[in-house]
């Protein structure tokens, strides 16, 4: 197939609630829509989970642009591509930049599948004809109320309960939720927020029975985790400090942590994530996908990668409705008993909703090949 044109567009999107980790709070979401179309018109979708803000990664929506625009899209416009695993190829002359790369390369994905008439899922070798998925609650004012809100995604079904740490709102915070919710399964994730000095807080953890404590040191470390997986008998999941297979490989050599989680994103694609996928596996490990608040075209991306067998823990991918009033896809996704349909229909398996698109869009960039 011939990447005969890119159609780059900046959305902007407010959700329903804010959303509050160990690194502040966020509310509108801009992100980035990819539009990859071949010579007979078919067309993929790919959205970059970059945020406006570097908190997560260095990237932002800006470097994004900037790097699609002025470095990604010249390299693979016009290009003959037989398979989306040449596009990572086509790109190795950058560094880094994973979010950029990955909304072009998953984009390319979507773009494959449907031309070859099948559903993503199939095209990367999923497995499941439903997935489980669980919730990610940002922290809140009030115990009380983050109580509730557990208490209300439980009842929506979903199988698994995901809650942001930080000093000083941790040992007390799960304390009050397992006296809550005794067997429930419940994780913790600091997003970097604690250093190896917490190391007797952090072992106090321990305590509550949780799933696996994610990210809890630094966001590029695998050394320190790994003197705090020795010390915890809590498993550690890595997630900031996974941006390709080679990291993976290493923080299981140091035996810094015992799950992975999967972005897409910040490992620049959907063919990285499944040789990180294929890779654990072999290694016994298990792995789960993680979410960046994405609206719809990324949220069907983490469905399909997340149809493959050794996704074992639900994921972080929730329903259209947990953020979003309205969706930009075709029919929205939905969560029924904590488990999400894997789409059979071709590529992404959900319509992008131009109406929705364009009235979000507040930026956009058209590249067509030379003929
Ligand atoms: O609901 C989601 O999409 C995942 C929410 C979440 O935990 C998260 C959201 C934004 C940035 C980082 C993270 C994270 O997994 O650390
Ligand atoms: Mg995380």
């Known amino acids: 197939m011939r990447i005969a044109e890119v159609t780059v567009r900046r959305l902007r999107m407010r959700m329903k609630e804010p959303f509050s980790t160990s690194f502040g709070t966020m509310q509108d979401k801009q992100f980035l829509v990819i539009e990859v179309q071949d010579e007979n018109g078919n ?6 989970v970059a945020f406006e803000a570097p908190w ?57 599948a449907k031309r070859n008439r099948m559903s993503l899922a199939e095209a990367l070798g999923g497995t499941r004809k439903e997935i489980e998925v669980g919730i990610s609650i940002g922290l809140q004012a009030s115990f009380s109320e983050l109580v509730a809100k557990v208490q209300g995604y439980l009842d929506e079904g979903y199988r698994r309960i ?20 005794p067997d429930v399964p419940l994780m913790a994730d600091a997003n970097s927020a604690y250093s190896l000095d ?29 003197v705090l997986q020795r010390e915890l008998k809590t498993p550690i999941c890595l997630d900031e400090s996974i941006l390709s297979l080679n990291d993976v490989r290493k923080a299981l050599t140091l035996r ?8 897409i994103g ?24 993680g979410g960046m608040l994405e609206a719809g075209i990324g949220r069907a991306h ?14 972080d991918t929730a329903g259209s409705s947990r953020y979003w009033e309205k969706d930009i896809i075709t029919p929205e996704v939905v969560v029924q008993d904590g488990v999400i349909a894997v789409p059979r229909s071709n590529g992404i398996g959900y319509e992008p909703d131009m109406h929705a698109i364009d009235n979000f869009t507040i930026g956009k960039w058209c590249f067509s090949a030379v003929e």
């Open 43 to 48: 067309c993929g979708w790919g959205e970059s």
């Open 56 to 112: 997560y990664t260095e990237e932002t929506v800006e470097t994004n642009v900037h790097m699609i625009n002025d470095f990604l899209v010249p390299l693979l416009l016009g290009k003959d591509i037989t398979h989306p695993d040449e596009v990572s190829m086509l790109f190795s002359s950058i560094r880094k930049n994973n979010m950029a790369k990955a909304a072009l390369e998953t984009a390319v994905w979507d773009l494959y």
């Open 162 to 181: 995901k809650v942001k740490i930080k000093p000083g709102f941790d040992v007390e915070l799960l304390r009050t939720l397992r006296a809550a919710f």
């Open 198 to 226: 917490d190391i007797e807080l952090l072992k106090e953890l321990d305590a509550f029975n949780l799933l696996m404590i994610e990210q809890p040191l630094g966001h590029d470390d695998i050394v320190d985790h790994a």
């Open 256 to 263: 810094s942590t015992k799950v992975i989680n999967v972005k």
């Open 266 to 289: 910040r490992v620049g694609g959907l063919s990285e994530a499944k040789r990180i996928h294929d890779y654990c596996m072999e290694q016994g490990v298990p792995v789960w996908c």
């Open 302 to 315: 983490n469905i399909a990668l997340t149809s493959l067998p050794n996704f074992i823990y639900p994921g």
